[in-house]
């Protein structure tokens, strides 16, 4: 009896003493910007105290999370449609970028020796493109000597937000990508062999001879992989990297999707990577855990503010300043609590 | 031990003695002792049919969870190739064509080797060497799935792609048959890799438990044949696999039942792509390496059905294979008396 008495009493305290622990935000989703969500947690939770706890477990993942409410908030890398938004009561923004890269395990050939477009890339994924010596891909080099092997085309096999940058940037080039095949987070792919995440398609990559794969950027870079040159939709070669990603997201309409959902992919402009990627977070307009919210909110301005040079640190690229700026007038218009009062207001 | 034995007998004999004297208390004793049994008897009955309760809660649940696939596709759901997360159409035909022929090039591989592994360690091993050979079958199965995975992709596929699968395509390119099960271009990974895989993990089950059952051969049976003027060969064809047909048969079905079953090693090595190709060193998929794979980023109701659709489908092929192991042993202890 006594025993019980202590039991419920520790209990009790442990309940309150954790209600007064300071806030953790809770968020799930897309896996490709985790490292550095993770790496700005830590930070804030030096600053200010307060935890994000973020589950990498993928972009369906998220959206799916969100939707049940079980998160303050879900993360994807690929943007909900406006009608879709409407629908669940969802806003939607970008909070950093990335960029979907080739990379290539040819012998002989260093990381931005070889040079491939848009249409050649698609025909490479629809197995019409069999061979490294093809005429399309010596045409794009013509100073590369260029094996007579067959072409392993590696994709993920699981559902992803790069393979839907990708395979987005595959149909805004090629029609025949767009009726075959489609753009989606999982595809039918008509050729090649699948792996599960980056980090299996890098592996892939690298022990297959002849292999041709897509990968976050980071990942080429971090494994020292043999990236491809991308001719752009201005018609000049580009190498991936923070700059051409940057050009491609300064080119860019962002407002002329709802929720800032614009897909990076063949932007105009000279210096423009084709295949850049932003990776969106999903909130409720009218969320049911005001505080919780409003602390997202707060991290997510810190993080705009003085994230940046973590985010260059890991190859991620922070988005445009008038990009942020449109991005907290949405908040502060559309993020209320049930009273119509914003829950983020720029001064606090 | 001994002494602690000797004082709980003598207390019950004090605690019947005492009992004995007051038969009001002796059939409240008696009655604590029939509530104890009851109580005893109805939680080992609990326990037998929560097992059942969590095998038709399984079976129910994936039932329930595939229902609107089937209903979508009905019975051409197995026999289709597609698998189009863009149009959200699907079939299950080749997960369900990788994991059969991976499985069978699985035990094709691992059962005869299994069987001269054992009969090599039961009847012909210098006494020295069998130990340590028996102890690296034990440690390979033990070895976990995820390991042969890496392995696979890292060791052993760029081997393939490298020496064994040029040499075989060029080989067999005139030879008829063998030319389309064999045709290029090589990947390394592909259903022959997973195959061979497969093989190496299920090798241990078939060999310890034949091991163990051609251990079991009465020595007299063999010497006899021995004695009479047998081969080996005559001995092991002869005697002792038909002694043992029971136990060999049990070791291979559990084999097989891994190999359906495998999910990571294969994920690692098969290169997950829904084709149904009549080359083996093509990319496929099995049943499993689709869930695993495809589970966690599956959007749309269809989709995680379809899914959901495949693991029912392997539930029932298992169930199937474990069904006609049970029934040829049946038949042979049967036709053995």
Known sequence: MKFAKIAVAATALALTSWSAQAIDISGAGATFPYPIYAKWADAYKKETGNGLNYQSIGSGGGIKQIKAKTVTFGASDAPLTGKDLDESGLVQFPLVMGSVTPVVNLEGIKPGELTLDGPTLAKIYLGQIKSWDDAAIAKLNPNVKLPKQAIVPVRRSDGSGTTYNFAYYLAEVSPDWKTKVGVSTALQWPVGIGAKGNEGVAGNVAQTKGSIGYVEYAYAKVNKMTFTKMINKAGKAVVPGSDTVQAAAASADWNSKPGFGVILANQPGDQSWPMAAATWILMYKKPEKLADSAEALKFFAWAYAKGDAMADSLDYVPMPDNVVKDIMKMWSAEIKDASGKPLYSPTN | ?337
């Open chain 2, 1 to 337: 031990m001994n002494s602690g034995e000797r004082d709980v007998s003598e207390a019950v004999l004090k605690d019947s003695t005492l009992t004995a004297s007051d038969s009001a208390s002796r059939s409240s004793v008696l009655r604590r002792l029939r509530v104890t049994d009851k109580v005893f008897h109805g939680l080992t009955r609990t326990a037998a049919l929560l097992v059942l309760a969590l095998l038709s809660g399984v079976i129910l649940s994936l039932v329930y969870g595939a229902a609107p696939a089937l209903g979508t596709f009905g019975f051409g759901f197995l026999f289709d190739e597609s698998w189009n997360p863009v149009t959200e159409r699907f079939g299950a035909l080749a997960p369900i064509y990788g994991t059969l022929i991976t499985s069978a090039i699985a035990m094709l591989i691992a059962v005869p080797v299994g069987l001269m592994i054992a009969f090599f360690l039961t009847e012909l091993c210098p006494p020295v060497l069998r130990r340590p050979i028996g102890i690296a079958i034990e440690l390979l199965a033990g070895i976990p799935s995820i390991i042969y995975g890496i392995w696979g992709l890292f060791v052993f596929a760029p081997f393939m792609q490298q020496y064994v699968q040029p040499l075989f395509i060029d080989s067999f390119a005139n030879v008829p048959v063998l030319s389309i099960l064999f045709a290029g271009p090589p990947y390394g990974i592909g259903m022959f890799t997973a195959g061979l895989i497969l093989a190496i993990m299920v090798l241990p089950f078939v060999t310890s438990i034949s091991r163990d059952v051609f251990d079991a051969v009465p020595p007299v049976l063999k010497e006899a044949a021995y004695g009479v003027g047998c081969t080996t060969w005559e001995v092991f064809r002869y005697v002792v696999l038909p002694f043992t047909r029971v136990g060999v048969i049990g070791g291979f079905m559990l084999g097989l039942g891994r190999a359906l079953g495998e999910t990571m090693a294969v994920t690692f090595v098969i290169g997950n792509a829904h084709h149904v190709s009549a080359s083996l060193f093509a990319p496929g998929t099995t049943i499993s390496a689709s869930i695993a794979n495809e589970f966690t980023e599956a959007v749309g109701d269809l989709y995680t059905s379809s899914l959901i659709a495949l693991g029912l489908i392997l539930f029932f092929i298992t169930f199937v294979v474990l069904a006609i192991a049970r029934y040829m042993l049946m038949r042979l202890q049967m036709r053995a008396g």
